[in-house]
Each structure stands twice: as structure tokens, then as C-alpha cells.
């Protein structure tokens, strides 16, 4: 059983940056991969980023353009999701959300992870 708590959202200017930060609880986190997702109201659940177990790949989402990285820090149990340039069209609910892979793997999709947390609001002024 894994427990994921996301921090870090918040209001930022457009132009400006935020780290979001998604702690982990379970003897097993290690073992799993962790992806970051966003959502508007109305909309289904979007791919922003994702790292796999080890650390050693990362995929972004098309819409990212350079600006968001995903890094994971195994002494803390926390990956973090680093966004600079925000866009006002990046305001959402951004979850993390984890699932047990083999090294090496990047999930993507929505409906492979078995872990979710709560969520942290996201608001880009323009």
C-alpha cells in the first residue's frame, strides 16, 4: 500500500514558477513509478509528467514545451515536479500518482496507476 501526499500548488503570475512536491509512505515507494496528472473541471485527467522507478527515465507531456521536470528524491520518498514559464492555461488540479513497474518504465496512462493522491490547486494569473 502506497500513500501519496501532494504540496506545493498555489497562485503564481504568468511567467512564473512552482515546485510541486508529491511525499510518499510505504516500504515499497521505490518500487513504484510516480506520475503527474492535471485536471479542469469538465475535463478528464491529462498526462503533465512521469518518472519510473529508478529515476532514470522521464516523459513529459506534448503540452509541456521544455518547461516542467520531474525528479525524484529516494531519501525523502518525494518526487517533485519543477514548472517554470506557466502559462495561464496551466491552471488545474495536479495529482500524483503511483503504480508498481519493472526499472525502466514510464506509465502514462491513467487507468495503470493504482495510487492517487488528493491534489494540489494550481492558479495562473495572466
Known amino acids: 500500500q502506497v500513500q501519496l501526499v501532494e504540496s506545493g500548488g498555489g497562485t503564481v503570475q504568468a511567467g512564473g514558477s512552482l515546485r510541486l512536491s508529491c511525499a510518499g509512505s510505504g516500504d515499497t515507494f521505490s518500487q513504484h513509478a510516480i506520475g503527474w496528472f492535471r485536471q479542469v473541471p469538465g475535463q478528464e485527467r491529462e498526462f503533465v509528467a512521469g518518472?519510473?522507478?529508478?529515476?532514470?527515465?522521464?516523459t513529459t507531456g506534448d503540452f509541456v514545451d521544455g518547461r516542467f521536470t520531474v525528479s525524484r528524491e529516494y531519501s525523502l520518498r518525494t518526487v517533485y515536479l519543477q514548472m517554470d514559464n506557466l502559462r495561464p492555461e496551466d491552471t488545474a488540479v495536479y495529482y500524483c500518482a503511483a503504480t508498481p513497474v519493472l526499472p525502466g518504465k514510464v506509465v502514462i496512462k491513467v487507468e495503470e496507476y493504482q495510487y492517487w493522491g488528493q491534489g494540489t490547486p494550481v492558479t495562473v494569473s495572466s
Open positions: 518518472i519510473s522507478r529508478g529515476g532514470t527515465k522521464t
